[in-house]
Each structure stands twice: as structure tokens, then as C-alpha cells.
């Protein structure tokens, strides 16, 4: 099992739709959660952090699941400009830290 | 805002070559990581950095070194180019197991 699996993609959706992705971890030990976004060709970019309670940033809803170990990330009201790479980024506490990066999943937006 | 600065953006290495791909960044983040990234593919850690003086070595760290003589530099050695590491790749840092920061990223073909 991977340390960090994403939904496959691509996902394909109309301007407007709602869209969620999900990530699950396999490392109970892990603290702290992340979503980036990746566009073609350019540098991941922090998104958002991932709070125990849930956190909501404009359009943007991320939740954590501690006794499932999965995180999701709820995309409302999609614009073009949304079209990028979505990453999950777990830290794992292995004595010092790691941080795993899920492979993406894609998301284009249409008009 | 420099933030982490790469150099150069674009190379092209003839097989035996050697370069270094340099990082920076002004931020006084403690850790510092090299990744490459292959045309559709997810993150690869090659070589991290938890302070001046210490590295150690990631995912895919044959036919790389690493050295960090300061906070702020990372450079990154290619001692005999391959065109196996024809890739683009980034550096990032953090502050511990905060969110990490990317460059902009080095595109490197080697011929």
C-alpha cells in the first residue's frame, strides 16, 4: 500500500460544478496534512493546511479524518483557473519527520 | 519576496557533463529538500537538509550530491550526467513541519 494515495484522474468537470478529491494516508503517526497545487510546468504551491476540525478557505473546504486516515479537499463553484495538479502532502512523525507527497490528481475545468 | 531562488532555469548537459544546480532561499528555513520531476509523474526526493552541516540522502540519490555549508544554499552536484536525469527539478524548504516552499524549478536535458 502506498503512504499516501490520491483519487485517480483526470477529473473532468463544467464551470460551477462542485468537486471533491480524497487522500489517504497509511501512517496513523502522521501530524499534519496539506493540499498544493501543481500547475503545468510550474512549482507545487500550498493550497491550504488540513485542520482536525475542518477548514474552509473561499471555494475551498478541506476535512481530515483521523480514525479513517483520509483528508479531502471540496472544490465549490469551479472556475477555469482551477484546472491544475491537486497534491496531498502528509508529515509523518517517524522520530524526526517525513513528508510525502501523493502523486496528484488532475482536475480540468470546462467551459 | 525572494523566497527560494533557483539557478539556472534551463541547461543543456551533454552525457559525462557535470553542473550544480544551485538553491537559496532568505527565509532562515532550518530544512531544505531537492526533488526531481519526470514529465507526468509525481514528486521524487533526492537528497534533504535539516540544518547547515547535515544532509542525508532520499529517494533517488544515485548520481547526485548534496553539501550545506549555510542556512541559505543547497546547492545540488551532477557529478556524470545521465539521460536518465533529464527531469525538472525543484528545491524547496520549510521551517521544520511547516508547509514547504518551492523554487521555481531547473529544467535539465542532457543529450
Known amino acids: 500500500r502506498k503512504e499516501v494515495e490520491q483519487d485517480p484522474g483526470p477529473f473532468n468537470v463544467p464551470e460551477g460544478a462542485t468537486v471533491a478529491f480524497n487522500c489517504t494516508y497509511s501512517n496513523s503517526a502522521s501530524q499534519s496534512f496539506f493540499w498544493y497545487r501543481q500547475d503545468c510546468r510550474k512549482e507545487p504551491k500550498l493550497l491550504m493546511s488540513?485542520?482536525?476540525s475542518g477548514n474552509e478557505d473561499g471555494r475551498f473546504t478541506a476535512q481530515l479524518n483521523r480514525a479513517s486516515q483520509y483528508i479531502s479537499l471540496l472544490i465549490r463553484d469551479s472556475k477555469l483557473s482551477d484546472s491544475a495538479t491537486y497534491l496531498c502532502v502528509v508529515n509523518e512523525n517517524t522520530g524526526g519527520f517525513k513528508t510525502i507527497f501523493g502523486a496528484g490528481t488532475r482536475l480540468f475545468v470546462k467551459a | 519576496n525572494a523566497g527560494v531562488t533557483q539557478t539556472p532555469k534551463f541547461r543543456i548537459l551533454k552525457i559525462g557533463q557535470s553542473m550544480t544546480l544551485q538553491c537559496t532561499q532568505d527565509m532562515n528555513h532550518n530544512y531544505m529538500y531537492w526533488y526531481r520531476q519526470d514529465p507526468g509523474m509525481g514528486l521524487k526526493l533526492i537528497y534533504y537538509?535539516?540544518?547547515?552541516?547535515?544532509?542525508d540522502k532520499g529517494e533517488v540519490p544515485n548520481g547526485y550530491n548534496v553539501s550545506r555549508s549555510t542556512t541559505e544554499d543547497f546547492p545540488l552536484r551532477l557529478e556524470l550526467a545521465a539521460p536518465s536525469q533529464t527531469s525538472v527539478y525543484f528545491c524547496a524548504s520549510s521551517r521544520g513541519d511547516q508547509p514547504q516552499h518551492f523554487g521555481d524549478g531547473t529544467r535539465l536535458s542532457i543529450l
Open positions: 488540513v485542520y482536525s
Open positions: 537538509s535539516v540544518g547547515a552541516g547535515i544532509t
